[in-house]
């Protein structure tokens, strides 16, 4: 069973690609940068990816924080206003082989526009 509402799976697999990550350097700046991502089924996970990942500051900074937050959203309708999103933070790993990824472990969820309610809860 996933960590996520059957609302929130939909809006996960529905085709959006891009996200905007948040980690912590390390002399406690926040960094947030777009990313492609993924949600694995198989593991009820977010992944993400980038070309030479390995390399970027957002990979270093999860490898020595062990943690990372990410926001997934698009804007639904401009009249009326209709923003939709999710935003999971949990703990992160830095996986280098055999394709650099950032795993995304869900602990909080928080989503939006989905359904008649925004939606907050921790899930560890």
Same mark, same amino acid.
């Given at each position: 069973?996933?960590?996520? *509402?059957?609302?929130e799976? +939909?809006?996960?697999?529905?085709? @959006?690609?891009?996200?905007? &990550?948040? *980690?912590?350097?390390?002399?406690?700046?926040?960094?947030? /940068?777009?990313?492609? #991502?993924i949600?694995?089924?198989?593991? =009820?996970? %977010?992944? /993400?990816?980038?070309?030479?990942?390995?390399?970027?500051?957002?990979?270093?900074?999860?490898?020595?924080?062990?943690?990372?937050?990410? /926001? %997934?959203? =698009?804007?639904?309708?401009?009249?009326? #206003?209709?923003?939709?999103?999710?935003?999971?933070?949990? @703990?992160?790993?830095? $996986?280098?082989?055999? *394709?650099?990824? &950032?795993?995304?472990?869900?602990? +909080? %969820? $928080?989503? #939006?526009?989905?359904?008649?309610s925004?939606?907050? @809860?921790? /899930?560890?």
């Amino acid at each position: 069973m996933s960590v996520f *509402t059957d609302a929130e799976l +939909r809006y996960l697999t529905g085709g @959006r690609q891009l996200g905007r &990550i948040a *980690t912590v350097g390390a002399d406690g700046t926040p960094h947030v /940068v777009p990313v492609g #991502w993924i949600y694995n089924a198989a593991r =009820d996970t %977010i992944d /993400v990816g980038g070309n030479e990942l390995h390399r970027s500051k957002k990979f270093r900074d999860v490898a020595r924080t062990r943690r990372a937050a990410i /926001v %997934i959203d =698009d804007v639904e309708s401009t009249d009326p #206003w209709r923003p939709r999103a999710i935003e999971v933070r949990g @703990r992160a790993e830095a $996986i280098e082989l055999p *394709t650099p990824l &950032i795993r995304i472990h869900p602990e +909080r %969820i $928080i989503s #939006w526009g989905l359904g008649p309610s925004r939606s907050a @809860r921790t /899930v560890t």
